[in-house]
C-alpha cells in the first residue's frame, strides 16, 4: 500500500476501505508518512467527505494510534459529557458532581481553553491545589472511591488525532464534519467511558454556526459511538449568548457552586438538570426519564451534590473549602467595573464570541501555547436577551488586572449587544436531542 494512492482515491471521491484507513492512520503516527501527504489527504477529506463508516474506522484507527483505557474493572458503567466547546459553559463543573451523588461514576478528560472557548480544566485550576495530572491508576481509584474524576488527557491518548488536530489547524481543515466527528470520538472511546453524552453547542460563539451543520456533526458522533459499541446520545444547544451569567475561569467555578447550592443561574440549571437527567437515564439508574430529573433535583436540595463537589475537589489536590466561602478561597481581580447600557430597550444579541474573545484578552486564555491564564478575570452578565434594561442600568461587570484592561474590554464588548424596542423571545436552549435508541 502507498500513502499517495490512499490520496489519489479520496481526491477522486472514492471510499476508503478499513485497511486503507488504518495503514494511513497507523504510518502517520509512526512517522513513516510525512506531514505534507498527512496534508494533501485531509484536504481531500475536507474536499470530498467521508461515509458513515469511513468515519467510524478514522475513528477507531486514531482511537487505536495510542493507550486505550479499559475502565470495565472499576464499575459496569462509566458516564462521560462532552461539550463541543461555548462561552461561559460550565456544564462539566455541576453535572459531574450531580450525576455522581446521583450514584453514577463519571471519569473524564477535559480540556483546556481552545480560542474564544473556555476549558474545564483552566476553570478547576483557579481553585487552589487542584490537579488535572493524574496516572491511570489514580483515575480509577478515584472513580471507586469518589464516583467523580476530571483529569486532562495523557499524552498518550489519541496521538494520532493530536498531530492531526495541530496539522488541520494550519491547513485550514478544521471545519471538516467527519474529521471533527473523528476528532473528538476517537478520545472519547480511547478514554475508556461507555455512556456517553454529547452537548453539541451552536451559534455565534460555537464551532458550528448553523442547525444544519449541528445536526449533522451530532448525528455523526452518535452513529459512530454505536458503530464502537457505546451508548451515546447527543443534544444540539444554544451558545448565541453566553450560558449562564458568568465567563472566566473562577467566576465560572463560582457560578457552578451557587448552582450546586440551588441558586444558579435559569438557563444555566435548566440546562444541568436536564443532561445530568438524561445522563442517569442512558445509565439505567432510574426507570424513566421523569425519575431521574426528580432524582437530580433531590440531589440539589438536600446538599449532596454540592459535598460531591468537596469531596472531588479534595481528592485532586484542591481547597475543598471552597464549596463554603468562594469569595474567600477563589482569586478575584482587582478592578471590577460595570458595563452601563446606553440606550433603554429589551436586549436582542448579546453576542458570545465577543464574550470568549474579551475573556481571553483580559488574560483568562491564551494568546500563544503557552500563556498562563489569569483565574480572576472575566465578565459577569447583569442581562440577556429578552431582558429589558433602562440607560445607565449595567449590562455586566468586567473583572479585570488594571483600569486600562477593564477600559478595553468595555471597548469590546459594547458592540456585543443590540436593543429592540418591542419585546424579544430568548432564544431556545435546547434545540434537538438525539437518543442513543
Ligand atoms: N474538538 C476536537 O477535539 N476536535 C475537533 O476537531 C474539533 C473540536
Known amino acids: ?27 502517520y503516527t509512526s512517522e513513516d508518512i510525512p506531514d505534507y501527504q498527512a496534508a494533501a489527504w485531509c484536504m481531500a477529506v475536507q474536499l470530498k467527505g467521508m461515509t458513515p463508516a469511513e468515519t467510524t474506522e478514522l475513528t477507531l484507527s486514531m482511537a487505536r494510534s495510542g493507550q486505550q483505557i479499559d475502565l470495565s474493572d472499576v464499575a459496569p458503567l462509566i458516564a462521560d459529557k462532552h461539550s463541543t466547546g461555548g462561552v461561559g459553559d460550565k456544564v462539566t463543573l455541576a453535572l459531574g458532581p450531580l450525576v455522581a451523588a446521583s450514584g453514577q461514576p463519571v471519569g473524564k478528560m477535559s480540556g483546556r481553553g481552545l480560542g474564544f472557548s473556555g476549558g474545564t480544566l483552566d476553570k ?34 489519541a496521538p494520532a488525532d493530536k498531530k492531526l488536530y495541530s496539522l488541520r489547524d494550519v491547513t485550514a481543515t478544521v471545519p471538516s464534519l ?20 454529547l452537548d453539541v453547542k451552536v451559534g455565534d460563539g460555537a464551532f458550528m454556526q448553523t ?32 450560558l449562564g451569567l458568568a465567563i472566566g475561569n473562577a467566576l465560572e467555578v463560582k457560578e457552578a457552586i451557587a448552582t450546586l447550592k440551588g441558586r444558579g443561574p435559569a438557563d444555566f440549571t435548566e440546562l444541568i438538570l436536564a443532561e445530568a437527567a438524561h445522563l442517569l437515564h442512558l445509565c439505567h439508574i432510574t426507570d424513566s426519564l421523569e425519575a431521574a430529573q426528580a432524582l ?16 472531588f475537589v479534595a481528592a485532586q489536590g484542591g481547597d475543598p473549602h471552597v464549596v463554603d466561602d468562594p469569595d474567600g478561597v477563589l482569586p478575584s481581580a482587582p478592578v471590577v467595573i460595570p458595563l452601563r447600557s446606553p440606550h433603554s430597550g429589551t436586549l436582542s444579541a448579546v453576542r458570545a464570541r465577543a464574550f470568549g474573545m474579551t475573556s481571553v484578552a483580559l488574560g483568562g486564555g491564551r494568546a500563544q501555547k503557552d500563556d498562563k491564564v ?43 449587544y443590540d436593543w429592540s424596542p418591542t419585546p424579544v423571545t430568548p432564544p431556545i436552549l435546547i434545540k434537538k436531542t438525539f437518543d442513543a435508541h
Request: net charge neutral.
Open 1 to 27: 500500500m502507498r500513502a499517495v494512492d490512499i490520496i489519489a482515491k479520496k481526491r477522486d471521491g472514492e471510499e476508503l476501505s478499513a485497511e486503507e484507513i488504518e495503514f494511513f492512520i497507523q504510518g
Open 211 to 242: 442547525m444544519d451543520d449541528a445536526t449533522a456533526l451530532a448525528e455523526m458522533m452518535v452513529a459512530i459511538g454505536r458503530l464502537a459499541g457505546r451508548t451515546v446520545a447527543a443534544r444540539v444547544t444554544d451558545m448565541n449568548q453566553p
Open 178 to 197: 467527519p474529521l471533527i466527528a473523528s476528532s473528538i470520538m476517537s478520545k472519547k472511546i480511547a478514554a475508556g467511558a461507555n455512556v456517553i453524552l
Open 296 to 311: 437530580v433535583r433531590q440531589k440539589i436540595a438536600d446538599g449532596s451534590a454540592l459535598r460531591k463537589f468537596a469531596d
Open 124 to 157: 478547576l485550576e483557579s481553585i487552589p491545589g487542584w490537579t488535572a495530572e493524574i496516572s491511570i491508576p489514580q483515575f480509577k481509584e478515584q472513580i471507586r472511591r469518589v464516583g467523580l474524576v476530571i483529569a486532562g488527557q495523557t499524552a498518550d491518548l
Open 374 to 416: 489569569d483565574p480572576s478575570v472575566g465578565i459577569v452578565l447583569q442581562a440577556k436577551i429578552g431582558d429589558y434594561v433602562k440607560q445607565g442600568q449595567p449590562l455586566c461587570t468586567i473583572h479585570a488586572r488594571t483600569q486600562a484592561d477593564a477600559n478595553m474590554a468595555a471597548a469590546y464588548l459594547l458592540p456585543a
